[in-house]
């Protein structure tokens, strides 16, 4: 069987199912790691010849050394393609190699020999067994990252040096692993030091990157590299098939993350309080304050993380935890007078702004994406109304008013934003929701952002399809936008 990635729904108009899987990897894994195309664009290939089974024999599939200064998105690319591949960022099989700057730890990773004293209670760290857990009946693909490899005693880089060159790691017991069937990731922060004194004149007074800089990647990279020639053997160098600097974030790319960070929160609240779920509302002033705050150029997305965490999510946290936050309402998030902090403010939400089985009206002429989401649909325990055109998505809300509707912009009878409209002049309370596989016409977009349809856009996984139309079942709704 080939393996594919997670069947997410193809923008093709087609009724056979033609998913260029690999452009729907590209723009997936695009949208979680925002502003790192070199990446995306390097590691994709990789999982295609797997994919094809075309992948060499007696090697892993393939090696990349990530580069580049902290909280840009290294890690976050590995768990990206492990939600991708397997549907759980965990699966990934870790090894902090800070944890093994000893050289007597290393035996911790692959068990001691038979003849010591205490080998059979020694479980290494890296066996087939747990190689073969972070893959899953999706995809046979293990992703195996090697964290902080600079930090390694020089026996795990030579270990290492085996792993990378037969694709075979021989373990205490004489036992061996096969990572023939794996990407293996090693990252590092060396050189990080030295592009940071190549980045920080940029950096203006709110700390995000002012100007152009169109030699900056080539600079970090080669900085990269010699730095990588310094600390690591040629052999070592020459069995890595792509070193990839990751760029520093720009403005833009750190804006993107926090509607991704707020859309998470949004999303962890629908799923772990279910119907007692709530809406947090957060302005665009809100945003900005915060963007403000969490940029750093020394610590990357990580001291947005930081900041919203302190800002937004503990004390949010505290409010649920003492009982402040009705189920359904709406908590607002604004700067308080003087900027120097947030306010959360609650409003209370009506019986009916709470549908406990919402029904949901999706229009797509796509039937294989009708059938996908109408079966995840019924799981969630939610009611469907199906229709493959404007005129047949009206006929079915006649004697039924859906409490939201996810609507193909491209319809054979007409443009589902025009749809949508007018489905809000019959119901002025449905949450609209317009899935596009191209670029909106401006006027489209315009009339999109009048009447607040957020838009999908395809290829999107499962679950951002779910976790949008939960949270915009009340109509208070605010963490949406664009995806
Ligand atoms: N390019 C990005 N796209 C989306 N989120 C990002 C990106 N970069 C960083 N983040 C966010 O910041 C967090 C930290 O990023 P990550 O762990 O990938 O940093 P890193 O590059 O591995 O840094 P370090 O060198 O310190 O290990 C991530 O969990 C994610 O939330
Ligand atoms: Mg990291």
Redesign the pocket.
């Known amino acids: 069987m080939v393996d594919r990635p997670k069947p997410a729904p193809s923008g093709a108009k087609t009724k056979k199912p033609t998913p260029d899987a690999a452009e729907n990897l590209t723009a997936i894994l695009a949208q ?5 195309p070199a990446a995306t664009k390097v590691i994709v290939p990789y999982i295609q010849m797997y994919q094809a089974g075309l992948a060499p024999e007696g090697r892993p599939v393939g090696i990349f050394l ?1 580069l ?10 590995v ?1 990206a393609l492990a939600e991708i591949l397997h549907g759980s960022e965990k699966s990934v099989l870790k090894v902090d190699c800070g944890e093994f700057q000893m050289e007597h730890e290393v035996a911790k990773l692959i068990g001691a020999p038979p003849g010591y004293l205490g080998h059979r209670e020694t479980q290494p760290m890296l066996t087939q067994q747990k190689l073969n857990a972070v893959t899953s009946e999706r995809c046979g693909l293990s992703l195996v990252l090697f ?2 490899i600079e930090k390694a005693a020089p026996s795990l880089t030579r270990l290492l040096l085996g792993v990378l060159d037969k694709g075979v790691l021989r373990l205490g017991d004489n036992s061996t692993v096969n990572f023939e069937k794996s990407l293996v990731f090693l ?1 590092s ?1 060396l050189g ?1 030091r030295e592009m940071w004194k190549e980045i920080s004149p940029d950096f203006g007074f709110q700390g995000g990157l002012t100007a152009e800089r169109p030699d900056l990647s080539h600079k970090l990279q080669s900085i990269a590299l010699v730095a990588v020639r310094k600390k690591f053997s040629p052999e070592f160098v020459n069995r890595i098939d792509c070193v990839i600097t ?1 760029q520093p ?1 720009t403005p833009e ?1 750190l804006s ?2 926090l509607d ?2 707020i859309s998470d929160l949004q999303n962890h609240v629908n799923t772990r309080l279910g119907l007692r779920c709530f809406n947090i509302e957060v302005p665009f002033e809100t945003r900005q304050w915060l963007l403000h705050k969490g940029t750093s150029a020394e610590y ?3 001291e ?2 930081r900041t919203i965490h302190r800002n937004l999510t503990q004390p949010l946290a505290t409010m649920v935890a003492t009982g402040q936050v009705e189920p359904g309402c709406r908590v607002r998030v604004e700067v308080e007078e003087g900027g120097e902090s947030l306010s959360l403010r609650t409003t209370a939400a009506t019986e009916e702004e709470l549908p406990a089985h919402p029904t949901v009206l999706l229009v797509d002429d796509n039937q294989d994406l009708l059938h996908f989401l109408e079966r995840l649909m019924a799981e969630a325990g939610w009611k469907l109304l199906t229709a493959e055109s404007a005129a047949a998505a009206r006929k079915a809300i006649v004697n039924e008013k859906p409490n939201a509707a996810l609507l193909d912009y491209m319809l054979p009878d007409g443009s589902g934003v025009e749809l949508g409209v007018q489905l809000r002049q019959t119901a002025p309370r449905m949450q609209v929701i317009v899935m596009t596989g191209s670029m909106l016409p401006p006027e489209e977009e315009a009339l999109c952002e009048e009447h607040d349809f957020p838009v999908l856009r395809k290829p999107f996984l499962a679950s951002d399809v779910m976790n949008q139309i939960r949270s915009r079942l009340t109509p208070a709704a605010g963490a949406g936008g664009r995806i």
């Open positions: 979680k790691v925002v502003g790192q990530l580049g200064p902290t909280g840009t998105g290294k890690t976050k690319t768990e964290d902080e990252t922060n990080a990751y974030l790319s993107a993350i991704h960070q990357g997305a990580r947005l993380n």
